[in-house]
């Protein structure tokens, strides 16, 4: 079975600063790869997601991910963080021989100070 | 367009207890899932459903059944609930495999 391992299972940034959450997935084939969010007693939301077309993705909400083969990542990022960016974030890739069969990550929880 | 809707919001069940879990989607979507998040795993693939008519396990899917007898509905049934299904689980949708999954806004179970 695919994994998906987030590193840091807590991230606090200042308003404005830089946002990279890490996202390293296990797999020997390039997969389908995401990005969800999931603000506080809500669902998840689509962020991003890369479907071997460009490597570089952009998303909703001024985030982008960086696909690399080489280092088998998917890290989130956002040049200058919001306070309305405070939430958990998923990384999901999907399953190479069964594509509906999603792996998450275990998330990672941002905290944005003023 | 409501999308995805689930109930009950949240349930406390006692050990042994038959429950269903219900899931509805209004986009005419092919594919559903069930997932459920537990703190410090993320979320976890239950079951899923490609099209009506067809299902199939995901990661952990002991103790649970599904069925899909039309295209909008995706029930989740505890045959006999234990404490370990004390979860908040996810019902989501797509149109197709790779697809952007839409998830409902979750159903909190407690098993006691």
């Known amino acids: 079975a695919q994994s998906v391992t987030q590193l840091g299972s807590h991230v606090s940034v200042s308003e404005g600063a830089l946002v990279l959450l890490r996202c390293n997935y296990s797999?020997?084939?390039?997969?389908?790869l995401f990005w969800y969010v999931q603000y506080p007693n809500q669902g998840l939301q689509l962020l991003l997601k890369y479907t071997s077309a460009a490597t570089l993705v952009k998303g909703i909400n001024g985030f982008e991910a960086e696909f690399k083969k080489s280092e088998t990542s998917f890290h989130l990022t956002k040049p200058s963080a919001h306070m309305s960016d405070a939430a958990e974030y998923f990384c999901?890739?999907?399953?190479?021989?069964?594509?509906?069969?999603?792996?998450f990550g275990s998330g990672t929880k941002l905290n944005v100070k003023p | 367009i409501a999308g995805i809707t689930q109930a009950p919001t949240s349930q406390i069940l006692a050990a042994g207890r038959r429950m269903t879990l219900r899931c509805t989607q209004d986009?005419?979507?092919?594919?559903m899932y069930w997932y459920r998040q537990d703190l410090g795993l993320g979320l976890r693939l239950i079951h899923y459903s490609n099209t009506a008519g067809t299902t199939g396990k995901g990661e952990v899917p002991d103790g649970y059944s599904v069925s899909r007898a039309n295209t909008d509905d995706f029930p989740l049934t505890l045959a006999s609930a234990v404490p370990s299904q004390t979860s908040v689980y996810f019902c989501?949708?797509?149109?197709?495999?790779?697809?952007?999954?839409?998830f409902g806004p979750g159903t909190r179970l407690t098993v006691l």
């Open positions: 999901a890739v999907s399953d190479r021989h069964n594509f509906n069969k999603f792996y």
């Open positions: 989501a949708s797509s149109e197709g495999a790779t697809d952007t999954q839409y």
């Open positions: 797999s020997s084939v390039p997969p389908y």
């Open positions: 986009m005419r979507h092919n594919a």
